[in-house]
T-cell receptor
Framework: DTEVTQTPKHLVMGMTNKKSLKCEQH?????MYWYKQKAKKPPELMFV???????INESVPSRFSPECPNSSLLNLHLHALQPEDSALYLC?????????????FGEGSWLTVV | SQQGEEDPQALSIQEGENATMNCSYK?????LQWYRQNSGRGLVHLIL?????REKHSGRLRVTLDTSKKSSSLLITASRAADTASYFC??????????FGKGTKLTVNP
């Protein structure tokens, strides 16, 4: 069982809606990640937070807005999305470090934009 | 950061057989990780091998690393239907970024 919890598991939203994906971990990890995964494709890194500060933004469109309110929580705010944004959104966490840390993934949130 | 390239892209075997999948990468690394993803689920960490290690075992998994050839292999012995999943490698240099290749889709037929 994963120790990274994502809610909701499924979300359907219109292109004018504002919604949020939530992620929580209680492993004491100080690095948290958002990945996006389209069908039959590998996960693509979107954002990395390190000590609650955004450290990596992989040129993600501004309609995706991450937020890390504390060391256990990571949100992804969604606004004015397009149908092509429909995907599985994966949250993950790890110890902070330049490399060599196991990354723990949640089960993902399935997003459908209509 | 860099991306590994898994080969083959798809592999179908019978239960009880061994499955071998390979990963190649382009630049020097500190370590390489393997992950498994069951259909529609999150990724699960399988094993991490550091650049100064040549081989590592975990249960039915055996990972090798050849830094001179910039390649790694994942061997699953005595496969089971439950091993059906996509397998991703992620080579890491000095960055916290973990980037995944296209993966190998393994199907184990009962």
């Amino acid at each position: 069982d994963t120790e990274v919890t994502q809610t909701p598991k499924h979300l359907v939203m219109g292109m004018t809606n504002k919604k949020s994906l939530k992620c929580e971990q209680h492993m004491g990890h100080r690095a948290m990640y958002w990945y996006k995964q389209k069908a039959k494709k590998p996960p693509e890194l979107m954002f990395v937070y390190s000590y609650e500060k955004l450290s990596i933004n992989e040129s993600v469109p501004s309609r995706f807005s991450p937020e890390c309110p504390n060391s256990s929580l990571l949100n992804l705010h969604l606004h004015a999305l397009q149908p092509e944004d429909s995907a599985l959104y994966l949250c993950a966490s790890s110890q902070v470090g330049t490399s060599g840390n196991t990354i723990y993934f949640g089960e993902g949130s399935w997003l459908t934009v209509v | 950061s860099q991306q590994g390239e898994e080969d083959p892209q798809a592999l179908s075997i019978q239960e009880g057989e061994n499955a071998t999948m390979n990963c190649s990468y382009k630049t020097s690394i500190n370590n390489l990780q393997w992950y498994r993803q069951n259909s529609g689920r999150g990724l699960v960490h399988l094993i991490l091998i550091r650049s100064n290690e040549r081989e590592k075992h975990s249960g039915r998994l055996r990972v090798t690393l050849d830094t001179s050839k910039k390649s790694s292999s994942l061997l699953i012995t005595a496969s089971r239907a439950a091993d059906t999943a996509s397998y991703f490698c992620a080579p890491q240099g000095g960055s916290e970024k973990l980037v995944f290749g296209k993966g190998t889709k393994l199907t184990v037929n009962p």
